[in-house]
């Protein structure tokens, strides 16, 4: 989705409606932080049952996903129904477009930075996955940096539901604000600093090889990015005639 909408934009930008704006070469950075934070609105809605399901399972000993991913899916929709699986929606978003922001933002300006100041990366495979690997630990730990208040209000929403059900009607269901106002208040900001090296630690990891992976296989099996992009303005323009024809 990053990659769709940062090739709309880019083409929208080219078009003869904003002249009066730079060449979108020089805006490449904003391009990708523009798609990023648009294709993380979509990934909320797709990872919103997922977390749903995997924080009720390390919150709740008793909870049926201990068992099987499946089951604890089940159990939720069975006792809450469909919609709680997303009801977590907008505060996944409030944590996945700034993790992809800075995931992507990050990774394109580290690489660039040092493309530019080590030309010789550029022809060099191992000085090219280098490159690869240190801009993406430095994203993983900017986007685990900006991501972590949203990820503990998220967790503390979905680990009190064990709680909740021991209370009574004293004790209704707080939305994302109210829960994090909630957290402010008992513990201050290190509520929303909780576990925060250990992300940094996590996604600097993650994200890295993320990114190395990517380039390794482009590298693997002899595909430049000019032949990456020339193969997607393809399929591009194929997917558009179809969708024209359906129409």
């Known amino acids: 989705?990053?990659?769709?909408?940062?090739?709309?934009?880019?083409?929208?930008?080219?078009?003869?409606?904003?002249?009066?704006?730079?060449?979108?070469?020089?805006?490449?950075?904003?391009?990708?932080?523009?798609?990023?934070?648009?294709?993380?609105?979509?990934?909320?809605?797709?990872?919103?049952?997922?977390?749903?399901?995997?924080?009720?399972?390390?919150?709740?000993?008793?909870?049926?996903?201990?068992?099987?991913?499946?089951?604890?899916?089940?159990?939720?929709?069975?006792a809450e129904g469909v919609i709680s699986l997303f009801e977590a929606v907008p505060v996944f978003m409030l944590k996945e477009i700034p993790f992809a922001i800075a995931k992507f933002g990050v990774f394109d300006y580290a690489s660039s930075f040092l493309y530019n100041a080590y030309p010789v990366a550029r022809e060099d495979l191992k000085l090219s996955l280098s490159v690869s690997l240190l801009s993406g630990c430095l994203s993983g730990i900017a986007a685990a940096f900006v991501s972590n208040p949203a990820d503990c209000v998220v967790s503390e929403m979905k680990g009190a539901k064990k709680k909740k059900k021991k209370k009574t009607e004293a004790s209704e269901k707080l939305g994302p604000v109210e829960t994090a106002k909630l957290m402010y208040e008992t513990k201050g900001v290190d509520a929303f600093l909780r576990a925060l090296p250990l992300r940094m630690a996590f996604y600097s990891l993650t994200v890295s090889i993320q990114f190395l992976l990517y380039d390794s296989f482009r590298v693997l099996l002899k595909i430049g990015r000019d032949d990456l992009n020339l193969f997607l303005d393809v399929l591009g323009g194929v997917l558009s005639e179809k969708a024209g024809d359906i129409m």
């Open 1 to 78: 989705m990053t990659e769709y909408f940062r090739r709309v934009i880019f083409a929208a930008l080219d078009s003869s409606s904003f002249k009066n704006l730079p060449p979108p070469e020089n805006l490449e950075i904003s391009i990708i932080i523009a798609a990023a934070a648009v294709g993380a609105v979509f990934g909320s809605f797709v990872i919103s049952p997922f977390e749903s399901v995997r924080i009720r399972t390390v919150s709740d000993e008793g909870f049926g996903g201990n068992e099987n991913f499946f089951k604890g899916l089940a159990e939720i929709v069975e």
